[in-house]
């Protein structure tokens, strides 16, 4: 007997106030901006017709604060998994990313470039495997939870997204940076799992934002 089909909803967080700023947003948090809020309710009405059994979101503040707005009035169950928090950017948190591209050249450099050599070293946070080892495994204590199939709504963030994807599409973690999609703002992509294997049915789409107004 074949397996449930598992179907995962990826969404990245609304726009916030340090995306537009230029800061470094990872583990610290800022409000979303209205175009995010917009963003996020533009996702919920693509999505209004699927039924989902359960939404499982990034601790984060703005990504709450997105399911919120996606989810709107449905009944639908929020769990929240440390596991798809945003990339730990350490003592980088909150600082200007053109300065931190001065201050920090080199290891700026290898962390756009060369995942599997960024040590972390600079700013105390986390390794991309360290990433990768946890979204990861985040996927998998969905796929345990969710053995009867269906669909979930995953609400995550931009560089744990954009491996993530690139993983589940049989990618590796060292040239993520360089051949994966950068996943943007309150995109919509969809993967289907069954039989161990996923399906990539959609990546990064942000059709449903072509009317959003500031």
Sequence with gaps: MASQSLRFYFVRHGKTEWNLSGQMQGWGDSPLVTEGKNGAIAVGEALRNVKFRNAYVSPSKRTQETAKYIIG????????????????????????????DVR?????????TSPATFDARENGGETFYELEERVLRGVEQIIQQEKKGGNVLVVSHGMALTL???????????????????????????????????????????????????
């Design 104 to 112: 920090f050249k080199e290891s700026r450099t290898e962390m756009l």
């Design 73 to 100: 009035s449905r009944k639908i169950p929020v769990q929240l998994m440390d596991d798809f928090r945003e990339m730990g950017f350490g003592s980088w948190e909150g600082e200007y990313i053109s300065d931190l």
């Design 164 to 214: 993530l994807l690139y993983l589940l599409s049989g990618g590796e973690m060292s040239d993520h940076r360089t051949k994966g999609t950068r996943i943007l703002n309150t995109s919509i992509s969809v993967v289907e799992y069954q039989e161990g294997k996923f399906n990539i049915l959609d990546l990064n789409n942000t059709d449903h934002l072509d009317s959003v107004r500031v």
